[in-house]
């Protein structure tokens, strides 16, 4: 390769004229094209050098030779432009144009250079520029030739690939085969190793177990418990029928192991099941005994070891054996612990006296009912210890199921009792309904899972009976009564009735739901119950807006209607004299009214919208007395001829003149008017001696002698006005003047 420096000496001569022959600078060299040869191609500060010593892509038509011996400087700097000449082509940039001379030439010249020296700087220039432009193409044309060749490799370098590829793939493929295999084996080898362990403690578990856990302590018993577990998971797991023989012998080996534990478990319930007095802890409002802290440790300990294993065991039933256990001990020592209150609250039911009425925690129902939240509650919190959460629920419903059969049986014995003694013991229905709803209440929030509504059942029906036949039984007791007070005097069936409404007023609570789920006014007809007990209810069975004191208000107002209305009838029939018989309602009347303003019944009947029925019967009773008194007043009237004359005056219009009036009569007349005053005096006297002679409370005769005075009294004072001259005085046929008539009236009242 020959460097031509890039030096403004050549525009000095340096190339001869057009028409010279070329000079040959590269005849020297002709030899070396037997050596090796490369391509140098120098661009900018890039030099591009490709080895074809070896290639066979380069044909032997054409050889590239080595030009850097002709010059000392690096043939790759920065000064020096790279030639690339084949020797054999036609191509050569340094053709018979140009002539390329060395630097040591540059210094020379002739006179045929001198004359030239005008027109030579341009020419030189042109040259220059003509011959770089025909290098580059050169070099572009070699340029292109590479890249043809190099895509060429580049394609055999892909083929080349490929066949690699598909060469190799196989033998990774099976590289791949034999790693999953590898690891299978490994992983066969730790599933035996496994296998071996199991078999390998064996021995060791079987001397734990079978010496016991008091022998060896009950936290190793356990674990050696669960790591036989394991090891039986294990080898289940495995499936493999070499080890059915050694899984056979591990489930015995638990199975054992479960009935040791159970054992001490049952050991350790046992140390506290002994009955205790309930009266002793609520009079001393002391807490119930709980399992010791230590036990209750113990019992947690064993119970998860027998649940988890009692959850590999598929033939176990739904509850746990250690929840079986707990309740069949515990449950009978709440039982036998309460028995003596069950005992208290039947015997406190009997009554002394058949007419006797229920008083109010006079049962000792209520200290059972205490007796029995306290020790469930006690219990509850021992299961919370000993079991674990999600078996909360069921331990607790096991182990109350005992003393709440025997709570069931002592209220179904109430019950019967009650049901016997409807009248006089339904009060104590209401009682326990209040209790044992109140203690269902409390329970059940604090436990979650104790409802005693069914036990409840068949007292709340008896309690809606009781209000049907409360109300049956003043009608048949009226309507079998034979006689009744000849002095018009109150029954001591009313009494009894307002002080049977006195103590239902002590349980507005239960009543108000009885009575809301019986429906108003369902309790007037026998049906009302039967169809509430044992058909669908209605709508207005299920008014859960329907207030409580206002329908206890309205049985109020219909037990004293159902009251009176039947002694009316009774007295209608019994008793002859209308008087006697408005007394005799006009003393019921006062008996009720008088009971009811000495009690609570007042503040229930107040929200009533309704008026009280029995006020209208106090007006039908006093109407009735003064029936009898209307004779007397008769008496006390006269006739009056306008056509004789004008009328006297009468009353306040001015001064009456008795002796004229009496003066203007005739015989007949003044003897008309003597007969009216002696049957007045007769009627009079019978009828006050009568007045006295009946049987009335304090305020009813207050009130029947306010009344008959504003009827007599009027009348008598203008009759009197006018006749009383009659007798001059003398008293035969005038027997009270208006003051002593107003005595005699006010009289009737003192006694």
């Given at each position: 390769m020959y460097l031509r420096p890039r030096s403004p000496l050549a525009s000095k001569g340096a190339l001869s004229s057009p028409s010279a022959s070329p000079t040959k600078p590269f005849e020297g060299i002709e030899n070396e094209r037997s050596q090796p040869s490369s391509l140098y191609l120098s661009q900018s500060e890039s030099d591009v050098l490709i080895d074809t010593r070896d290639d066979d892509h380069f044909s032997d038509d054409h050889e590239i030779i080595n030009y850097n011996e002709f010059t000392n400087d690096n043939p790759f700097s920065d000064d020096h432009e790279s030639v690339n000449y084949d020797a054999d082509s036609e191509g050569n940039p340094f053709d018979d144009k140009y002539a390329i001379e060395d630097d040591d030439h540059s210094s020379s010249s002739d006179e045929s250079d001198h004359d030239l020296a005008m027109v030579g700087p341009r020419n030189v220039a042109h040259a220059e520029e003509s011959a770089e432009v025909e290098v580059l193409y050169a070099n572009l044309d070699k340029l292109k030739t590479l890249t043809k060749k190099m895509q060429a490799s580049l394609a055999r370098l892909e083929a080349n690939g490929r066949v690699v590829k598909e060469a190799i793939g196989p033998v990774h493929d099976n590289t791949q085969s034999s790693q999953t295999v590898i690891q299978n084996i490994d992983r066969v080898l730790a599933a035996i190793e496994k296998l071996q362990k199991p078999l390998e403690g064996k021995v060791r578990e079987e001397k734990i177990i079978h010496a016991g856990p008091y022998n060896v302590g009950l936290q190793e018993y356990i674990a050696s418990l669960q790591r036989t577990y394991q090891a039986?998971?294990?080898?289940?797991?495995?499936?493999?029928?070499?080890?059915?023989?050694?899984?056979?012998?591990?489930?015995?080996?638990?199975?054992?192991?479960?009935?040791?534990?159970?054992?001490?478990?049952?050991?350790?319930?046992?140390?506290?099941?002994?009955?205790?007095?309930?009266?002793?802890?609520?009079?001393?409002?002391?807490?119930?005994?709980?399992?010791?802290?230590?036990?209750?440790?113990?019992?947690?300990?064993?119970?998860?070891?027998?649940?988890?294993?009692?959850?590999?065991?598929?033939?176990?039933?739904?509850?746990?054996?250690?929840?079986?256990?707990?309740?069949?001990?515990?449950?009978?020592?709440?039982?036998?612990?309460?028995?003596?209150?069950?005992?208290?609250?039947?015997?406190?039911?009997?009554?002394?006296?058949?007419?006797?009425?229920?008083?109010?925690?006079?049962?000792?129902?209520?200290?059972?009912?205490?007796?029995?939240?306290?020790?469930?509650?006690?219990?509850?919190?021992?299961?919370?210890?000993?079991?674990?959460?999600?078996?909360?629920?069921?331990?607790?419903?096991?182990?109350?199921?005992?003393?709440?059969?025997?709570?069931?049986?002592?209220?179904?014995?109430?019950?019967?009792?009650?049901?016997?003694?409807?009248?006089?013991?339904?009060?104590?229905?209401?009682?326990?309904?209040?209790?044992?709803?109140?203690?269902?209440?409390?329970?059940?929030?604090?436990?979650?899972?104790?409802?005693?509504?069914?036990?409840?059942?068949?007292?709340?029906?008896?309690?809606?009976?009781?209000?049907?036949?409360?109300?049956?039984?003043?009608?048949?007791?009226?309507?079998?009564?034979?006689?009744?007070?000849?002095?018009?005097?109150?029954?001591?069936?009313?009494?009894?009735?307002?002080?049977?409404?006195?103590?239902?007023?002590?349980?507005?609570?239960?009543?108000?739901?009885?009575?809301?789920?019986?429906?108003?006014?369902?309790?007037?007809?026998?049906?009302?119950?039967?169809?509430?007990?044992?058909?669908?209810?209605?709508?207005?069975?299920?008014?859960?807006?329907?207030?409580?004191?206002?329908?206890?208000?309205?049985?109020?107002?219909?037990?004293?209607?159902?009251?009176?209305?039947?002694?009316?009838?009774?007295?209608?029939?019994?008793?002859?004299?209308?008087?006697?018989?408005?007394?005799?309602?006009?003393?019921?009347?006062?008996?009720?009214?008088?009971?009811?303003?000495?009690?609570?019944?007042?503040?229930?009947?107040?929200?009533?919208?309704?008026?009280?029925?029995?006020?209208?019967?106090?007006?039908?009773?006093?109407?009735?007395?003064?029936?009898?008194?209307?004779?007397?007043?008769?008496?006390?009237?006269?006739?009056?001829?306008?056509?004789?004359?004008?009328?006297?005056?009468?009353?306040?219009?001015?001064?009456i003149d008795s002796a004229a009036i009496i003066k203007s009569l005739g015989g007949k007349e003044k003897d008309a008017i003597k007969e009216k005053f002696k049957t007045f005096n007769t009627i009079f006297e019978e009828l006050s001696a009568k007045h006295k002679s009946l049987a009335m409370e304090r305020e009813v005769r207050s009130q029947l002698s306010r009344e008959v005075g504003a009827m007599i009294e009027p009348l008598y004072g203008r009759f009197w006005d006018r006749y009383h001259e009659i007798d001059k005085g003398k008293g035969k046929y005038v027997k009270y003047d208006k003051g002593g008539l107003s005595a005699q009236l006010a009289g009737l009242a003192l006694v």
């Amino acid at each position: 390769m020959y460097l031509r420096p890039r030096s403004p000496l050549a525009s000095k001569g340096a190339l001869s004229s057009p028409s010279a022959s070329p000079t040959k600078p590269f005849e020297g060299i002709e030899n070396e094209r037997s050596q090796p040869s490369s391509l140098y191609l120098s661009q900018s500060e890039s030099d591009v050098l490709i080895d074809t010593r070896d290639d066979d892509h380069f044909s032997d038509d054409h050889e590239i030779i080595n030009y850097n011996e002709f010059t000392n400087d690096n043939p790759f700097s920065d000064d020096h432009e790279s030639v690339n000449y084949d020797a054999d082509s036609e191509g050569n940039p340094f053709d018979d144009k140009y002539a390329i001379e060395d630097d040591d030439h540059s210094s020379s010249s002739d006179e045929s250079d001198h004359d030239l020296a005008m027109v030579g700087p341009r020419n030189v220039a042109h040259a220059e520029e003509s011959a770089e432009v025909e290098v580059l193409y050169a070099n572009l044309d070699k340029l292109k030739t590479l890249t043809k060749k190099m895509q060429a490799s580049l394609a055999r370098l892909e083929a080349n690939g490929r066949v690699v590829k598909e060469a190799i793939g196989p033998v990774h493929d099976n590289t791949q085969s034999s790693q999953t295999v590898i690891q299978n084996i490994d992983r066969v080898l730790a599933a035996i190793e496994k296998l071996q362990k199991p078999l390998e403690g064996k021995v060791r578990e079987e001397k734990i177990i079978h010496a016991g856990p008091y022998n060896v302590g009950l936290q190793e018993y356990i674990a050696s418990l669960q790591r036989t577990y394991q090891a039986l998971a294990n080898m289940s797991a495995s499936n493999l029928r070499v080890n059915q023989e050694a899984v056979g012998d591990l489930k015995s080996l638990l199975a054992y192991g479960r009935s040791q534990l159970q054992a001490v478990f049952r050991s350790i319930l046992n140390e506290n099941v002994q009955p205790v007095e309930p009266l002793h802890y609520i009079t001393k409002q002391l807490p119930f005994p709980a399992l010791p802290e230590e036990n209750a440790a113990k019992l947690r300990s064993i119970e998860s070891s027998l649940s988890w294993s009692d959850s590999s065991d598929e033939s176990t039933n739904r509850d746990s054996v250690s929840m079986r256990t707990y309740s069949t001990l515990r449950g009978p020592y709440i039982t036998n612990s309460l028995h003596n209150l069950a005992t208290a609250s039947l015997s406190t039911a009997r009554k002394k006296s058949p007419d006797e009425n229920y008083r109010q925690n006079t049962n000792g129902i209520g200290t059972y009912a205490t007796g029995m939240e306290q020790m469930l509650l006690a219990e509850y919190h021992n299961i919370t210890t000993v079991f674990s959460q999600e078996n909360w629920a069921t331990a607790f419903k096991l182990t109350h199921y005992h003393p709440l059969a025997e709570f069931e049986k002592t209220l179904g014995d109430l019950n019967l009792h009650i049901k016997s003694n409807i009248t006089t013991d339904c009060f104590l229905a209401y009682e326990i309904i209040d209790i044992i709803t109140n203690l269902s209440f409390r329970l059940e929030d604090r436990t979650g899972g104790l409802k005693l509504a069914l036990s409840l059942k068949p007292i709340r029906d008896t309690a809606k009976f009781s209000l049907v036949e409360l109300l049956e039984e003043v009608r048949k007791r009226i309507q079998n009564m034979q006689v009744l007070p000849v002095d018009g005097a109150a029954i001591p069936l009313t009494t009894a009735i307002m002080t049977r409404l006195q103590i239902m007023i002590l349980y507005p609570q239960p009543l108000a739901s009885i009575m809301t789920a019986l429906g108003d006014g369902n309790w007037l007809s026998a049906s009302g119950t039967s169809s509430s007990s044992t058909s669908v209810p209605s709508v207005q069975s299920f008014d859960v807006g329907a207030d409580g004191r206002q329908l206890l208000a309205h049985y109020i107002n219909d037990t004293i209607e159902t009251l009176l209305q039947s002694l009316d009838s009774k007295a209608r029939i019994l008793l002859k004299s209308k008087s006697i018989l408005g007394v005799f309602l006009a003393n019921n009347v006062a008996v009720v009214n008088r009971m009811i303003h000495s009690s609570d019944i007042t503040s229930i009947l107040s929200g009533s919208p309704s008026p009280p029925k029995w006020d209208i019967w106090r007006k039908k009773g006093n109407s009735a007395y003064l029936d009898s008194w209307k004779e007397a007043c008769s008496a006390l009237l006269d006739v009056q001829y306008t056509s004789r004359g004008a009328r006297p005056p009468s009353g306040s219009q001015g001064m009456i003149d008795s002796a004229a009036i009496i003066k203007s009569l005739g015989g007949k007349e003044k003897d008309a008017i003597k007969e009216k005053f002696k049957t007045f005096n007769t009627i009079f006297e019978e009828l006050s001696a009568k007045h006295k002679s009946l049987a009335m409370e304090r305020e009813v005769r207050s009130q029947l002698s306010r009344e008959v005075g504003a009827m007599i009294e009027p009348l008598y004072g203008r009759f009197w006005d006018r006749y009383h001259e009659i007798d001059k005085g003398k008293g035969k046929y005038v027997k009270y003047d208006k003051g002593g008539l107003s005595a005699q009236l006010a009289g009737l009242a003192l006694v």
